[in-house]
C-alpha cells in the first residue's frame, strides 16, 4: 500500500447504509491500521477496511479531457465522415457535427459520439481516462395522458478514436437494419431466393 498517503481518494469495497452488497465507493483514506487494516471515510462513514480491499482511485481533470478532444476531434470527424460515407450505402444518414459540443449525431441526436470519461481498473488501483462514448436515445413509451420519454442509453466507450468511430457507425448500421432482421421471421423464405 505504500503508494497510498493519508488524504487520497481511494475506492474501497464495502457496504454502507442499507446497501445489500459490497461494491466499490468512493471514498478518502484517512489512516493506517494494524493488522494489515486501514479507515476510510466513505460518505461521512468512517469504515475500516481490510488493506486489500482498497485501490487508489484517480480521477481525470476537465484539462485531461479538453487535451484528448483537441488532440482527437478533427481524426474522429474525418474518420466518421469517410466511415458514413463508405459503409452505409449509397444513401447514408446526415451526419450531424456540433463543433461547440465536440460531438457527431445522426437523426437529431438519435445515435451520437461525444467526449466521456471510462474507468479502468487495474491490479493497483481505478483509474478514469478521457475516450468517446457511443449512446442512443430510446423510447420510453409514454401512456395515454403522457408523451413518449427517451433515455439515452451507452452503448460503449473506446479511447481509441478509430474504435469509437467503429462503434459508431456499427450502430448506425445496426440501428437502422434492426427492423429488417426483427421481420425476418415473418418472411417465408424459399430454397432459392430471388435474387434479381
Not at 457496504?15 to 494489515?36: A, C
Not at 469504515?47 to 487535451?67: G, H, L, P, W, Y
Not at 449509397?90 to 474507468?119: C, D, F, R
Amino acid at each position: 500500500m505504500g503508494s497510498i498517503q493519508i488524504g487520497d481518494t481511494v475506492k474501497v469495497f464495502t457496504q454502507v447504509g442499507l446497501m445489500k452488497e459490497s461494491k466499490w465507493l468512493v471514498g478518502e483514506y484517512l489512516d493506517d491500521v494494524p493488522d494489515d487494516r486501514c479507515m476510510i471515510q466513505v460518505s461521512g462513514n468512517r469504515i475500516m477496511s481490510n488493506r486489500n480491499k482498497v485501490k487508489k482511485f484517480t480521477k481525470a481533470t476537465q484539462e485531461d479531457v479538453d487535451k484528448f478532444v483537441k488532440s482527437e476531434w478533427p481524426a474522429l470527424k474525418s474518420t466518421v465522415t469517410l466511415g458514413a460515407e463508405k459503409l452505409l450505402g449509397p444513401n447514408p444518414p446526415k451526419l450531424e457535427i456540433n463543433e461547440e459540443e465536440h460531438s457527431i449525431s445522426v437523426e437529431n441526436g438519435w445515435i451520437s459520439i461525444a467526449p466521456s470519461i471510462e474507468e479502468r481498473e487495474s491490479i493497483i488501483g481505478f483509474i478514469e481516462y478521457p475516450c468517446w462514448s457511443v449512446s442512443i436515445a430510446v423510447s420510453t413509451g409514454g401512456g395515454y395522458w403522457d408523451p413518449p420519454d427517451f433515455d439515452v442509453c451507452d452503448v460503449g466507450s473506446c479511447s481509441n478514436t478509430v474504435n469509437a468511430a467503429q462503434l459508431f457507425i456499427e450502430t448506425i448500421w445496426k440501428e437502422t437494419n434492426r427492423s429488417f432482421w426483427e421481420s425476418a421471421s415473418f418472411y417465408e423464405f424459399t430454397d432459392e431466393p430471388n435474387l434479381n
